[in-house]
């Protein structure tokens, strides 16, 4: 009876909430409308969160949400009015409602009742099979033999919805390959999000329809700078056919970002203010970048930035963000962007990752599981060895400006490896941790007083809600002892 009393309350929730949001689409064109439902949703977030806490931050975002002059106001607008409605929608619904506001309360409040993570994202891989063959990838070099079934990701959905995830990534692997499944998983779970990382290569007319008629799949292209930045390391062609790809999201109003892959050579490419001003105009309003990470036997270390480099990047992307620039482009840098998440989001803090084999890995770039979903729940997953030693570590560097416990704390990986009996799951060829940590020692060292240096010059403000476990919310500087104390023992 209490579960049938919950389903309705969502029902009835979901839509009032769908309520508000059809309003604000037949009033569109009233300016003073938008403002006053941006308002509606500060007041559900607040509502949701029940947080006296974000109270005054809340009240900054109804400040703000009044100022049709302020940069964020004018880039919200300007995704509305770009944006199919119908998509638009749903996105709001889905991505707002369901994994924002009700996802994210029933996500903390099940991570204090079963004492483990709780992603609020799980990416998982359909496939392995990729038609490139990208400089540095381990993915191009698996094979196209491991899938995961329809049943595998419906049990993925099923079972993290159940505990509030709301929101599913997809990588491999190309994942456009397993388009029909995909849009088949979309429209049964057609309360939750779905983000594709995509070579771009697949999408075409019929694809953007599809996408725009479910309006809950987005894309998330790779692209690393100019043409020839670009191919040297991706293929001849790839470029055009990532222009391909964002001319028929523009042409459907789909939103979309960009996921970005910053090495040594392409790093310059990809921060230069042509680059980030073509992907405003070619529609991308968000994108990811990821820091090289030199996984798999076959890596290429050398293409890991140099310090000025990563120095750069950190400077260029914060300024991109800031008052002070007009690229309507949102940047988001994982291996830099830690203080904004509380450091490493990996093993169910914020998220995890399901490869095509089913093998649970607390991150896309750390290759060992201790389970795998075709004999474990997401729920047991979670409370693993593995999980639970990134649980009880997490944050790995109270400077989050190191926050991962591979490529900055290379001790800590070698360490949880070796005492939660993980198993290494590279299908191209197992790489022991040594392996994969020796290439990191020197850089991990070297940046580490880079780091500090930066980190100590800077203010911090300590967010209001932490998902680290009780004792490190309690007594922040317990992480920090923990970690000296066992670098001085390694």
């Not at 309003?23 to 941006?38: G, P, V, W």
């Not at 540095?136 to 491991?146: F, L, R």
């Not at 704390?409 to 360490?415: F, S």
Request: aromatic share 12%; hydrophobic share 35%.
């Amino acid at each position: 009876m209490a579960s049938l009393f919950k389903n309705i309350t969502h029902s009835a929730e979901r839509k009032a909430v769908a309520a508000v949001i059809d309003n604000f689409y037949k009033n569109i064109d009233k300016s003073e409308n938008r403002a006053e439902t941006y308002a509606k949703f500060a007041d559900m977030a607040q509502k949701f969160l029940g947080n006296s806490k974000n109270a005054k931050t809340i009240e900054r975002v109804k400040k703000v949400v009044q100022d049709p002059e302020n940069r964020w106001m004018k880039f919200i607008n300007r995704i509305i009015d770009e944006t199919d409605p119908n998509y638009a929608k749903t996105m709001l619904l889905n991505l707002g409602y369901e994994a924002f506001f009700r996802g994210t309360k029933t996500i903390r409040a099940n991570r204090e009742k079963y004492g483990c993570n709780i992603p609020w994202l799980i990416l998982f891989d359909p496939t392995d099979a990729c038609n490139l063959h990208c400089t540095g990838c381990w993915s191009g070099t698996y094979g196209k033999k491991a899938s995961l079934s329809f049943e595998d990701m419906d049990k993925i959905v099923t079972q993290g919805k159940e505990l509030g995830t709301y929101l599913y990534m997809m990588t491999g692997g190309e994942p456009t390959v397993r388009m029909k499944d995909i849009f088949r998983l979309a429209e049964k779970h057609n309360d939750a999000f779905f983000g594709l990382y995509t070579n771009s290569t697949l999408i075409n007319d019929e694809v953007c329809k599809r996408v725009v008629e479910l309006g809950n799949i987005t894309f998330m292209v790779s692209i690393e700078g100019t043409p020839e930045s670009n191919d040297g390391r991706r293929g001849i062609g790839h470029y055009d056919a990532v222009m391909n790809a964002m001319s028929l999201f523009q042409k459907y109003g789909i939103v979309y970002g960009t996921s970005i892959c910053y090495t040594r050579d392409n790093i310059e490419a990809v921060t230069d203010e042509k680059f980030l001003r073509m992907l405003s105009e070619k529609g991308a309003r968000f994108g990811f970048y990821f820091h090289y990470m030199p996984v798999g036997n076959n890596a290429a270390p050398e293409l890991m930035p140099t310090l000025e480099q990563r120095k750069m990047i950190i400077e260029k992307l914060r300024w991109v963000r800031s008052k002070d620039c007009d690229i309507e482009f949102y940047p988001m840098d994982f291996q830099n962007d830690g203080e904004y998440v509380g450091g490493c989001i990996a093993g169910g803090r914020n998220y995890f990752h399901i490869n095509a084999h089913g093998d649970a890995e607390p991150c896309v770039f750390i290759h060992y599981s201790d389970s795998n979903i075709h004999d474990k729940s997401i729920l047991e997953m979670l409370k693993s060895p593995l999980f639970k030693a990134y649980h009880e570590g997490q944050p790995f560097n109270r400077n989050h400006l190191r926050p991962c416990p591979m490529l900055e704390n290379p001790d800590l990986l070698r360490q949880i490896v070796k005492e939660t009996g993980a198993h290494g799951t590279n299908a191209e060829s197992d790489e022991t941790v040594e392996h994969l940590c020796s290439k990191c020692d020197n850089y991990a060292k070297e940046w580490a007083p880079v780091a500090d240096e930066i980190w100590n010059s800077q203010t911090h403000k300590r967010p209001s809600y932490e998902n680290y476990t009780r004792e490190k919310r309690e007594n922040p500087e317990l992480a920090a002892f923990e970690h000296a104390k066992e670098a001085q023992v390694s």
